[in-house]
């Protein structure tokens, strides 16, 4: 093997192993993606999970699930009814 052929093969497994050492996502793996909704009407409510900042994702997520299987929706933390939500999240588990 040439020596430029030794240096190339040698520059791929240094940028290999640089790019292992990156991580993939910034901001870890969400189950929320974007903002989320700023308010839902509380009587379609049926469950609240308040996801709090961990290794997997770093914000708070507030995931709203529906009655009569219309799903789930986020939560925009920031907003209003998140806060009211998650103080009564929190006062019911403790």
């Given at each position: 093997m040439s020596m430029k052929g030794t240096v190339i093969v040698l520059a791929v497994i240094l940028c290999a192993t640089?790019?292992?050492?990156?991580?993939?996502?910034?901001?870890?793996?969400?189950?929320?993606?974007?903002?989320?909704?700023?308010?839902?009407?509380?009587?379609?409510?049926?469950?609240?999970?308040?996801?709090?900042?961990?290794?997997?994702?770093n914000?708070?997520?507030?995931?709203?699930?529906?009655?009569?299987?219309k799903g789930q929706r986020c939560l925009n933390p920031k907003s209003k009814q998140a806060n009211?939500?998650?103080k009564k999240a929190e006062r019911m588990n403790f």
């Open positions: 640089i790019a292992q050492g990156f991580p993939m996502f910034k901001g870890g793996r969400c189950l929320c993606i974007g903002p989320g909704v700023k308010a839902v009407k509380v009587a379609n409510i049926e469950k609240i999970s308040v996801i709090y900042p961990s290794n997997n994702c914000k708070i997520e507030v995931i709203i699930t529906l009655k009569t299987h009211i939500l998650i």
